[in-house]
C-alpha cells in the first residue's frame, strides 16, 4: 500500500511562494509516478501536475504552467511543488497520490484516477 504525506501549506501573500512536500512509506518510491491535485471549495478537483517515477518527465496544467514546478527526490522518497506567484486563485487543498494504473511509473493517463486520497494540505493566498 502507498501512503503519501502532504504537507508544506500555508498562508501567502499574493505574489508569494510556497514549497509543498509529498512524504512516501511503504513502497519502492520510484515505481510510482506522484501526481499533485488541488480541490478549492464549490470547485471540481483539479490536476495540477505530474512527475514519472525516474523523475524523466512531468506535466502540468496549463493553469500554473511557468509558476509551479515539481520535482522529486528518490532518495528521500519525496516529491515536492514549488509554487510561485501564487494567486489568490491558487488557493485550495492540495493532495499527492500515486499512479495505480497500470503504467505506475509514468504519468499515463494524466490526469490518473488515484485510488485513495491521504490528508491535504491546506494553501490559502491572500492579503
Known amino acids: 500500500e502507498v501512503q503519501l504525506q502532504a504537507s508544506g501549506g500555508g498562508l501567502v501573500q499574493p505574489g508569494g511562494s510556497l514549497r509543498l512536500s509529498c512524504a512516501a512509506s511503504?513502497?519502492?518510491?520510484?515505481?510510482?509516478?506522484i501526481g499533485w491535485f488541488r480541490q478549492a471549495p464549490g470547485k471540481e478537483r483539479e490536476a495540477v501536475a505530474c512527475?514519472?517515477?525516474?523523475?524523466?518527465?512531468?506535466y502540468s496544467a496549463e493553469s500554473v504552467r511557468g509558476r509551479f514546478t515539481i520535482s522529486r527526490d528518490n532518495a528521500k522518497r519525496t516529491v515536492y511543488l514549488q509554487m510561485n506567484d501564487l494567486k489568490p486563485e491558487d488557493a485550495a487543498v492540495y493532495y499527492c497520490a500515486p499512479n495505480m494504473g497500470r503504467l505506475n511509473r509514468l504519468c499515463v493517463p494524466w490526469p490518473y484516477e488515484p485510488g485513495s486520497w491521504g490528508k491535504g494540505t491546506q494553501v490559502t493566498v491572500s492579503s
Open positions: 511503504g513502497v519502492t518510491f520510484e515505481d510510482y509516478a
Open positions: 512527475i514519472s517515477g525516474s523523475g524523466g518527465s512531468s
